[in-house]
């Protein structure tokens, strides 16, 4: 058995890590840390674990996290890069559910996320963690950055149009719009029901943390730089992602059978049938991305709708599944969930 | 005062109707059609409606329209074009809500409503219902087509960039996003609690009812062909429509200024501050339409982000501006709500 | 037009003052005051009310609430208590919706509050706000105690029993359900969409600041010491309170009859045909109470269900009720919104 | 591997049953029929299946279901007491998770059900599959009514109370909150997200048919009749049912620890420590039942508060529990999924 530690488990991908391991028939969680919430039973603040998880929070102190064989990061941006190397070096693998290791530009990263990065020389082993494009370097990887969700869905779904080289790279349009729970749990007002219940906006259009993770991403796969404008929306829902990306055809091609070529192998990527138009709900709980395309009317413009669940496959299911493929497990152990429907 | 009928009042528009005109100074609802319901009170149906309209649904042969000054068609489509000649030739005006008379071109209209158009010769002199962009020909028309809720959402977002000649005209791309309202009052499966809620997804991506209404308007704007990508989305909420508007600058200029010159005089389009991000419940139950332009990262993408409310400024609220237009009120008249929130 | 100042303007009971207010025929609000958001316009923090207000946020120093004729305080508790005094003592009315003059008895207020009563001299003339118990005295009051949410609903839902003494009053059941803007604006984890949307739940079971209250009131109408279990509950909707009311007749008698005379003369209070089922959405926005009275199986078990706007009837719309009252105006005016269904 | 077989695959609990069942190691679903979907893939229905479940619906006529051990009915009420016999006389389990069988009074059934009943000779060995209280008989059982939402978490919350003997069975309340999905997949107005959503109220307070199934097993747990008043309300979540109970104690007693006790050995029923509050989300998609025991204020009146999600413990989960009985399996196979949180 693999043990386990989270650091960070009292929020929504440190509870949703908590779920999915609980039913990991190779892995055990072995020490969950929380300084704020040290010695309280991890199933007293989240009754929905009663039963399947019986541990306590501790102090990162108590919980000898260097004992374990793996270590996520469930916290706030900026706390995995003070910790990681002293793990790494006790031989402890590391992936980061938070944005640290994500981008390689280490003055990109410090200019979006308003902080002097702390441990830049880790970034040049750092593996992206997003096996439909890198697993081979994910399976030696000591140290993982796990996707953030709108990347992930964003990703997924332009990833066949780029690798084929089909539509302009000038000019792609990632309009995308998540539950609430991708802002985290924590005490917002623009997060409460009674301000985000039964209301639709835009945010942060003018610029995103997520958009130079996306941006580094889709220029790795086009081979050069790519025109991205993404626009984030806040809907009601609690759990999903849905990006619906537009771009220019540059080609002509059989754009059902490209995305099915590519992701055939592929055990948590579901190409729907043509024509087809998939809801967030169909993954909710699950580790997977189902994606449809379109070309709406014949004309020049490609549509992809691409959904998630933004704490599985788009967090802390990705995270084991990075895991699985690090420990040269079956890369669904654990990941076998049928979503809740409805 | 003037004196309403509405034909077919058990739906979201003719219950909307009946919520705006039971304070409208200088309007009074004297016959409600439902072959259905005849003989029930009205607000025995809707009890938010108890002390505030006093009248019993009634047959149209009982409800005398003919005797009104003005009649709504709050009806599904292929209703008005039946039964608007014979009410035209006896001196009453009539707005319909539904599709009849939005599209010029009969054969288009015939080919997306899948039904032969009963009345093309009054095609003529139908008037487009959208104040902002016909209000001199709304004020002499005797038979108005309200537009639909998308198309009142995208028109008023892309307004001002058309007639300014500021964006390439081939590739518009409008990603909207409705409430569950827009349906309409049907029972049909996909419209349940516990299908559509917590749930998100897109439809009609092969093409929408919507769409040439859509396009015929951007191109009488632009006086050229529009090459239009229109994407509707199913979200959450009950009233409320959000579109976010994307397009390319083909000339540098002043967005921000373009936007509030072009509706400075528009009682019901307000254009907020540079770098604001509108959210449906703020028009929530109001005849307001709220406008941002974004220009994200400086590049030559223009983002308009364009919210109302479906039941209101998307369908019962424009119809009674039109109607104030049509008898020389005062355009506001009956039309101050405040939005709902929270 | 009466010169209205409210205190704390930046909560929801302060948001739905002002939105009210907007439409009074016959009031001018003239300062809202936020020491934190002092210099803001209203409308900024609001886009809800661009438009209808213009007005910004001042320091209560700025805001020489004694030129008003009446300040309501929007506040939380404890606050009016300190500043109520200095404003009587100028001569302007006070309304406070929030629980500082409520409980009369001073100890049991200081229990329940955990606080110190800053204004005990000040109980004696205050008044309670429960127009359709208290009418009379309210016109002539200087110093309006509103009630809260859950109280008026299960007031209103009782009296008509307990004035006509035919229940058992040592056994009265009231089950409470609330929508979450009853929580206030207030940034707190439990009223986040992600815990409290898809999700129900009782609360503070053993004991809730309204249960004195409560049984104050019902005390006064029944005339003698009364049993009461008071049970709240977290519902996932945004406004709106359903009480479901149990008790054990003790005497035979017509029910419908019996509450449809007690509130013949009540504009605000609506008894529903018997067999009815009031929907909060029902009163969505508007200052009505809409009952609806059982009696199961012919069992000896009365059922009264009762449903309020929590902040119309529930707080803003009831202040602004008993303003009417105090200024002599028409009970009714700036109040007679059409609840918004859907 | 038992067989297992599903009449009326295309509702809600047809769709749990599928979503349980793909995880059970010793039970495979070799049959889901549906008349009207005949031919169609399951998993083109609900794409949550997509990759769980490879079938497609048949007509009963090709399903076979006399090839299976055992055969679900998540069918209307009136269908599987047409068809039970035949499956029984072939050797064939029959689990009904409609009402047909869980009446024993045959009159009483056709009162609430309005309908002839077509197979009363089965009642008598029919068991009712509460497996808390049955769990003997059902283990022997060939036919088994699996019981209705509401009365499983109402008998489930006052069993222990009854059968100790401690409060007043003359006078018990049943306040009952349900998710939407409790209506079943049917298109009816009065379940659309823009009619619930956002709403709450009562319904069915004059009588309700799972009011005689409660009444039963309360009386047969009591020992004598009880009076029950049973309140059901409908709030805006999809999955989860709150009941909210109320009786009079007649002996003092230790309520938290008789509740501890009578549930020590049960593994889907979990009494929170004393002062909790359950929440119906710390049940969704999984078989639990978890409970608190109230004595507000020190009166003697005891409240206890139930939550189960309404499509597992409620339904399909339950079938599911009696099913592993019936075969001898462990009670909790296939019944291990953790709750979806948030």
Redesign the interface.
């Known amino acids: 058995m693999i043990k386990v530690g989270i650091v960070g488990g009292t929020g ?1 991908t440190g ?1 949703e890590l908590l ?1 999915l391991l ?2 990991h028939p190779q892995a055990r969680v072995t020490a969950v840390t929380s300084r704020k919430e040290a010695g309280m039973q991890v199933a007293e603040m ?7 998880i019986d541990l306590a929070f501790s102090t990162p102190e108590q919980a000898k996290l260097s004992a374990c064989d793996i270590v996520f990061f469930a916290t706030p941006n900026g706390i995995a890069m003070h910790e990681a190397r002293e793990l790494l070096q006790a031989g402890v693998r590391v992936i980061d559910l938070a944005a640290d290791f994500r981008i390689r530009d280490v003055a990109e990263w410090e200019k979006w996320y308003a902080m002097q990065h702390a441990a830049p020389e880790l970034l040049e082993d750092a593996v992206y963690g997003l096996p439909e494009l890198n697993r081979a370097r994910i399976r030696d990887a000591k140290l993982v950055a796990n996707p953030g969700c709108y990347p992930t869905a964003v990703q997924l779904g332009l990833l066949p149009l780029l690798e084929a080289g089909v539509i302009d790279c000038s ?1 792609i ?1 990632a ?1 995308c ?1 998540s ?3 991708g ?1 985290g ?5 623009g ?13 942060g ?3 995103h943390r997520h ?1 130079p993770e996306i941006r580094q991403g889709l220029r790795s796969m086009a081979g050069e730089a790519v ?1 991205l ?3 984030p ?1 806040l ?6 992602i ?1 990006a ?1 990306l ?1 771009a ?1 055809l540059t080609k002509d091609c059989d754009l059902q059978g490209l995305f099915e070529t590519r992701y055939a192998q592929e055990q948590f990527v ?1 190409v ?1 049938p043509a ?12 580790n ?1 991305c ?1 994606l449809a395309v ?1 070309r ?2 014949g ?1 020049d ?1 490609v ?1 992809v ?1 691409s ?1 998630i669940d933004n ?1 599985v496959k788009g967090a802390a299911g990705q995270a084991i599944q990075n895991m699985n493929l690090m420990f040269g497990l079956d890369e669904k152990s654990g990941l ?1 969930q ?5």
């Open positions: 929504y509870v779920r609980a039913s989240f009754p929905s674990l009663r039963g399947h000019h349009i309009d719009k539950g609430v729970s802002a749990r924590k005490a917002e007002l997060s409460l029901l009674a301000e985000a219940g039964d209301n639709f906006k835009a945010y259009v003018a610029g958009l025109g404008t993404f626009v929306h809907t009601p829902l609690i759990r999903g849905h619906t537009y220019r579901d729907l024509g087809s138009h998939p809801e967030t709900r169909s993954v909710r709980g699950a997977t189902r379109h709406p009317q004309s413009t549509v709708l959904v704490l076998n049928v979503p809740l429907l409805p």
